[in-house]
Each structure stands twice: as C-alpha cells, then as structure tokens.
C-alpha cells in the first residue's frame, strides 16, 4: 500500500483540481442572496473554472510521464520538460487577457538572476576543483555570488527600471524557461524532469492561491452585468471550489516530491554502493600485487 501513495496523490490530486469547476467559487455573504443576481458562481461557469480543469489535466499527464522510468533518460527528461514549458505557454496564450504593463524591480530582477545565475553555476560546478569540504564549500559560495551578481547587473542593464509592455503568455513562457534550464542543470540530470514537475506544480499552486481575488471581482463584475446593484466587494467571499482546486494541486505538488526524492536516494545508494564496490576492487588488486610481489622476493 505505501508504494501506492506517490501515484494516488498525483493522479487523485490532478482529479481532485478538475472536478473543482463543479463546486462553488465565490460567493456573496448569505444575507444578499434575494438582493442581487448572481449571489454565487460555480467553477464550469467562469473562465477561473476552465483554467483550473485544464491546470489539472497537465498535472495529470505530465505527473504520469514523470512516473514513467524511462523519465530518467535525459533526452526523455528534457522532452517531458519542453511538453510542459509549451502546455503551460499555450494556457497562458489560451486564457490571458490584455498585455501586463510593469516596471521590473527588485523583485523581478533578483529572482531572474538567482535562478539563472545558480543554473550557469551548477553547469559550470563540475569543473570547479574540490578542496577540502570548508574550503570547496566557501569556493563554491563566492563562486555562486559573484555569478549572480554579473547576471543581475546584465538584467538590471537590460531591463532595469524601463517599463515593460508584455502578453502574459510571453511572462510565463520566460519563467517556465528559467525553471527548465535549473531542472536541467542540477545533479543528477537524471532528475530533470522530477524537478521540473515540482516546480511548475508549486508555481501553478501559487498562482491559483493568488487568484482569489480575481475569482471574487469576476462575480461582483457578472453582478453588475446583470442590470442589478452589485453587493459590495468586502462581502464576497472565496468557497470550496477555488479552495478544493489549490488542495488539489498541492496534492500532486507533494507527489512531486515525494518522487523525486524516492528516485534521488535510490541514485545517491547506487552511487555509493559502485564506489565502495570500486574501493573493495582496488583493495584487492593492491593485496594481490603485494602478494605477488612477495613470492617473487621468497624465489630470489
């Protein structure tokens, strides 16, 4: 039964945010539901509804492409990786609204070159030589900051402070881009896709917690529509279908996890167990030869 766990929270998790539009999604305080129309919307009745299905069928596919073995080829991996960079492009072109006019700050600049910066890091960290552990660690920390920095200046040069006009789909695009090439980046590679899945499931997550307030104007703005008086805005609230649909992709985000850090230990024992094997080779290659030796020394 325990190894069923990771397949039933992915898959009934990736269910659970699809069955979601059937649920309410916002709705007005009780005491307004004879005064304005609609006093509640369900999931299949607003784009919000639509959005989270389709979030939840990706889930679910790319969950079971992840769960597949032969996810741990890396040529495999980073098409799985490019399946889900694209899913998520043609979502954001599908369902987004009007271009998102913005003045990159800090924020922006500094997780773009965090994320960059670490990936070209950990490209680049196989060649870096290996000291001791205090002196390979301190090596590897400035080494990580001072790549950073170079590529937190060249955003800051390039796009720092200048407002931006982009479509939405074109922002998600770039963020998925830079959480595929960290996928790709880390050690082991084998693990690309299992990283990748959990970021993007994390990220989707968010997004759908934050989306909130977006699910409560949809309905004062539908009221409004409506030739009614709408209620007031303080007074709608989020309900069990937006909450059932964030719970869900959590579900499949701690999968995800679980996943890969099944498949991580099960990489690092192997690792371990073939260099031991390796030493105990040596070792008995060098007794061998110091045996040999000695019956050469007796025959002199």
Known sequence: MRKLWIPLLG?????????????EFARMRPDYQFLVEPWSIRGFEIVHGQIYFALGLTAL????LVWWEGSQIIRNAIAIIVFMIAAGTFLAARFSGDPYTFTPGAP?????????????????KGSVHR?????SFIARLISGLVI?????????????????????????????????????????????ANRMLMYSTATAALAMALSAGAVRSTLFRLQAEAGGVPAQYKDTQVTSGHLIGVFGMLLVTAAAVMLWAKRRDAIQTATRAAKQRAAAEESAREI????RQAALLQEQ
């Open 108 to 124: 922006v600049i500094g997780g773009g070159a965090i994320i960059l910066g670490v990936s070209i890091f950990r490209f680049l």
């Open 148 to 192: 950073i920095g170079i590529v937190g200046f060249i955003i800051n040069a390039l796009i720092g402070g200048q407002e931006q006009t982009i479509d939405i789909w074109v922002g998600i695009l770039a963020i998925l881009i830079l959480l595929g090439i960290l996928s790709i980046a880390t050690t082991p590679r084998e693990l690309a």
């Open 131 to 135: 000291g001791r552990l205090l002196e």
């Open 11 to 23: 898959i009934g998790g990736s269910v659970i945010v699809m069955q979601s539009v059937v649920w």
């Open 61 to 64: 596919i790319s969950f079971l």
């Open 288 to 291: 061998e030869e110091a045996i």
